[in-house]
Nanobody, 121 residues
Framework: QVQVAECGGGSVQAEGSLRLACLSS????????MGWFRQAPGKEREGVATIDVYGVTSYADSVKGRFTISKDSAKRTLYLEMNSLKPEDTATYYCAAFRAFVLSAGWVNYWGQGTQVTVSS
């Protein structure tokens, strides 16, 4: 049974934009913090952005001012709006759900399957 599932990845040129979406099960969306992680080849999975059940957000320094996390509770959907994309943003992006408001892979309870984002220069 899929608990969280992403969609919306793709390829874009530098300075372009993409929006990722993640649909979650009902028991998750209203009870867990939600967030986005990414993993580039040969690198560790890193936290990108998170939002708690009240709508409080937090971002990695590398994406502040460029990425925006949001959610639509009626649709049980989490979003990541990515603007001014850079080649170094290229990675597999994962939707995640976790109890604590900590943007760390070790705290994640549920992972999506991942979606590829490729930014060319």
């Amino acid at each position: 049974q899929v608990q969280v599932a992403e969609c919306g990845g793709g390829s874009v040129q530098a300075e372009g934009s993409l929006r990722l979406a993640c649909l979650s099960s009902g028991h998750i969306h209203g009870s867990y913090c939600m967030g986005w992680f990414r993993q580039a080849p040969g690198k560790e999975r890193e936290g990108v952005a998170t939002i708690d059940v009240y709508g409080v957000t937090s971002y990695a320094d590398s994406v502040k001012g460029r990425f925006t996390i949001s959610k639509d509770s009626a649709k049980r959907t989490l979003y990541l709006e990515m603007n001014s994309l850079k080649p170094e943003d290229t990675a597999t992006y994962y939707c995640a759900a976790f109890r604590a408001f900590v943007l760390s892979a070790g705290w994640v309870n549920y992972w999506g399957q991942g979606t590829q984002v490729t930014v060319s220069s």
